[in-house]
């Protein structure tokens, strides 16, 4: 598996074009709806989004941090798509970021870049999801994010992170497989 997969930053501006062209569309009725998250209304699942994007924003500095960031208000999807932006542009200008300390472990750049690509498209698909919006993870990120997330999420992480696998066709595309394995149902 080549840097490319893992994370290289051409991944990562695929999960953030796809995760901005969704939040383009998110009506402020929606904000207290539900989501896949069970646990999470929409205005949550956008504050959860928009910490991971700071944090991977952090990483760009080689470390880090721990704590929750507040997503401006009154428009969150605005936010979160302006640090999005700003975030590809952070990482495009990064020279030798290379490992990033994560809560204090050395982390290899591409990991944390493709595990960064990884949240960012999911989330951007619940976030369509929730919103009502008919947009599909393109077929060609998630067939690079597949063998990321087999690397990424173990039995471990199943309740608490991830929902449990929802059974899935074996001829289903690489954006069902991956949504199903992360205890999403797309159908």
């Known amino acids: 598996m080549g840097t490319r997969v893992l994370g290289g930053i051409d991944l990562m501006e695929r ?5 901005t062209g969704v939040l383009h569309e998110v009506p402020a009725a929606a904000l207290a709806g539900p989501t896949p998250c069970a646990e999470w209304d929409l205005r949550a699942l ?24 507040a997503l401006p208000e009154p428009d969150p999807a605005t936010a979160l798509r302006d640090r999005s932006r700003e975030l590809l542009g952070a990482w495009n200008a990064a020279i030798d970021v290379d490992p990033v300390t994560v809560f204090g472990a050395p982390v290899a750049r591409n990991v944390v870049v493709g595990t960064g690509a990884l949240e960012i498209a999911v989330h951007g698909w619940d976030i369509a999801r929730s919103c009502g919006q008919d947009r599909a993870l393109p077929t060609p990120l998630a067939d690079d994010l597949l063998p990321l997330v087999a690397l990424l999420v173990v039995d471990a992480d199943r309740p608490c992170r ?22 999403r149902d797309p159908r």
């Open 46 to 69: 956008l504050a959860h989004v928009d910490d991971s994007v700071a944090a991977l924003g952090e990483a760009v500095g080689g470390r880090i941090g721990v704590g929750a960031r």
């Open 162 to 183: 991830f929902g449990d696998q929802v059974p899935v066709a074996a001829d289903a595309d690489a954006s069902t497989r991956l949504l199903c394995f992360l205890g």
């Open 15 to 19: 999960a953030v074009s796809y995760l």
